[in-house]
């Protein structure tokens, strides 16, 4: 029989003890021999993450499997084969299982030519999958609080204008003259193709020549030269020196936008522009997605007229990457209705103004953090639960794998709900009681773009399940 070994570190893990290429094929190699299996084939994937399946020696592993050049697979452990259940469960099933060749993963003990060890394996699998999330939620927790406290994000080169020490953004004064230079010239209408004739006569950064109409677009467009650190869809003071002045950058901001839609489309409406009032601020309380507005041609008997709702991208099913579950069937809902009852939730508030400091007051009283947080905790202990019932063979791991999968879903959608947070209200009581004031009394007189920015003022977030309309305002 011939037994293959498969290798994987990922860039973090060479560096760990036990982890090493070497290391785990010494130890291997050493297995196979106290078995007696001398038939090897070694297949390596160095540095390359356990996440999904587009590794060249796995991939290769995989067509000699088909070509019946494989009777055995050997692991150190089930991650590395794959940090995905559902990656690992194909494999194992799938591949190995519907090939007949044996699977055995050394450390954990783990072999699949008997039913106790195809079923630890799907265990094992739910682990790495839970610890990869894990990862995930502690590294994107780290880049956030980094934001937070005005730390740029890092991982990378220091952008153009600044270079790193410590960890912090210091100012490059040749670099940063050249920014200057950029943002002024451009707010005096030079061109963008003149722009770059100018910076490539007079300047060079540390990363060569400004060539690439790109990078000027670029760096006209970042926050970070205001003093700003983005993150997600949410901006803060960064603790670095700014460049430019946020006049300058605004007036910057308003001539790419200008420019990029062009003189020859004057008086027509921009492309991508939101046409309904509340896009942008409508999420799925089913599948997580954000909600769009969108028309339709209604035709009856001789009757043909348009009629416009607000639909979840995941119900609509494109563009792919807006979607995130393509089963969801949340309800649509017209978009004049909608709006009403958002308007009058609205007119709620402004017959009784002072009811916006109790609101605060009960928020902070009752954490919402604390309780997604909370919810967050309960879904957890299912899943262990869960993976005990598998353990000791009390329940089958096809009932556990599905409810496995609903598990990590809900839980998704809460981790989503809690980065969503903001530490601090975005709107100041004040500011709000003035908004809801503006829009009692002239709301019907202004355009579309300044009733939007009204509303995107006052609110952060609806979201729609079924009937259900949550609110989550600005103010607290």
């Known amino acids: 029989m011939i037994t293959a070994i498969y290798v994987r570190v990922s860039t973090e893990e060479q560096a760990k003890e036990g982890y090493s290429i070497g290391e785990q094929t010494e130890r291997m190699k050493a297995y196979c021999d106290a078995k007696g299996w001398k038939n090897i084939k070694v297949y390596t994937d160095p540095g390359l993450s356990g996440s999904n399946m587009n590794r060249p020696a796995l991939q290769k592993m995989l067509t000699d499997i088909d070509r019946k050049e494989v009777d055995r697979v050997v692991v150190y452990k089930l991650d590395r084969l794959s940090r995905s259940q559902k990656n690992t469960l194909f494999l194992i099933e799938d591949v190995f299982i519907k090939n007949g060749v044996d699977f055995v993963d050394i450390t954990e003990n783990l072999d699949s030519s008997t039913p106790i060890g195809r079923m630890m394996i799907g265990v094992m699998s739910a682990f790495s999958q839970l610890e990869r999330e894990w990862i995930k939620e502690r590294m994107a927790m780290g880049h956030e609080a980094r934001a937070k406290a005005g730390l740029y994000h890092g991982g990378g080169p220091a952008p153009i204008g600044y270079d790193y020490e410590d960890g912090l953004l210091v100012l490059d004064p040749y670099e940063a003259m050249q920014i200057k230079y950029l943002y002024e010239e451009y707010a ?39 003093g700003k650190i983005d993150f997600k869809n949410d901006t803060y003071d960064g603790l670095h020196e700014p460049i430019v002045s946020k006049e300058l950058f605004d007036k910057v901001q308003s001539k790419l936008l200008e420019r990029s839609w062009g003189k020859r489309h004057a008086g027509k409406s921009r492309p991508f522009t939101a046409k309904s009032l509340l896009t942008g601020l409508l999420y799925c309380g089913h599948c997580g997605a954000r909600y769009f507005g969108r028309s339709q041609l209604y035709v009856y008997k001789d009757k043909r007229e348009p009629r416009h709702y607000y639909t979840c991208y ?9 979607v995130k579950d393509p089963t969801c069937k949340n309800k649509n809902y017209p978009v004049k209705k909608l709006d009403t009852k958002i308007l009058n939730e609205i007119k709620i508030l402004s017959l009784d103004l002072d009811s916006l400091d109790t609101m605060v007051t009960r928020q902070n009283e009752t954490s919402q953090k604390s309780i997604l947080q909370s919810q967050l905790n309960k879904l957890d202990k299912q899943i262990s639960k869960l993976l005990d019932l598998l ?6 791991f096809e009932a556990v794998s599905k409810r496995l999968e609903t598990l990590n879903t809900d839980r998704k959608i809460i981790l989503n709900d809690i980065d969503n947070l903001k530490v601090e209200p975005k709107l100041a009581v004040p500011e709000a009681k003035r908004i809801i004031t503006s829009i009692g009394e002239s709301f019907d007189d202004l355009d579309l773009i300044k009733k939007r920015k009204l509303i995107h003022d006052l609110i952060n977030k609806i979201t729609i399940t079924d009937d259900d309309i949550t609110i989550q305002w600005a103010f607290i």
């Open 188 to 226: 005096k209408d030079t061109s963008l193709r003149e722009l770059k004739r100018l910076m490539n006569e007079k300047y060079k950064t540390k990363y060569g020549a400004w060539t690439s109409d790109s990078s000027i677009r670029r760096s006209l467009s970042q926050k970070l030269y205001i």
């Open 314 to 322: 995941s119900r609509c099913g494109y563009p792919a990457h807006m």
């Open 391 to 396: 353990q000791n063979d009390k329940m089958p």
